[in-house]
């Protein structure tokens, strides 16, 4: 499966940006996606995922409430809405999937086998 990512930008503290992941060469929806994000000064850490069979979904506490993940299967995309951006979420962001992650390891990236390319968000104070 091929992922992109889209949706990043310049945005002000407070506001809202939308990722998109959109697959192609296979149904997204036999996958566990979740986001990852990396900055200059941090290694890449877990964001959010989205349970393959269920739709059941786990976030990061630093971004609990304030960021939703969510699927159209008919789209074959994932999207990530992030709202009262902080400029601590500045980085850059990436979507990957999983064909058998084990729940309990949503958080490893050494799971995900399948990752598309980094969307820029930056958030100014």
């Known amino acids: 499966v091929q992922l992109q990512a889209s949706g990043g930008g310049l945005v002000q503290a407070g506001g809202s940006l939308s990722l998109h992941c959109a697959a192609s060469g296979r149904t997204l929806s036999g996958y566990t996606v979740g986001w990852f994000r990396q900055s200059a000064e941090n290694e890449r850490e877990f964001v959010a995922a989205?349970?393959?069979?269920?739709?059941?979904?786990y976030y990061a506490d630093s971004v609990q409430g304030r960021f939703t993940i969510t699927r159209d299967n008919a789209k074959n995309t994932v999207y990530l809405q992030m709202d009262s951006l902080k400029p601590e979420d500045t980085a850059v962001y990436s979507c990957?999937?999983?064909?058998?992650?084990?729940?309990?390891?949503?958080?490893?990236?050494?799971?995900?086998?399948?990752w598309g390319q980094g969307t820029l968000v930056t958030v100014s104070s």
């Open positions: 989205i349970w393959r069979s269920t739709g059941y979904t």
């Open positions: 990957a999937a999983c064909p058998a992650c084990i729940f309990s390891s949503l958080r490893n990236d050494q799971q995900y086998a399948y």
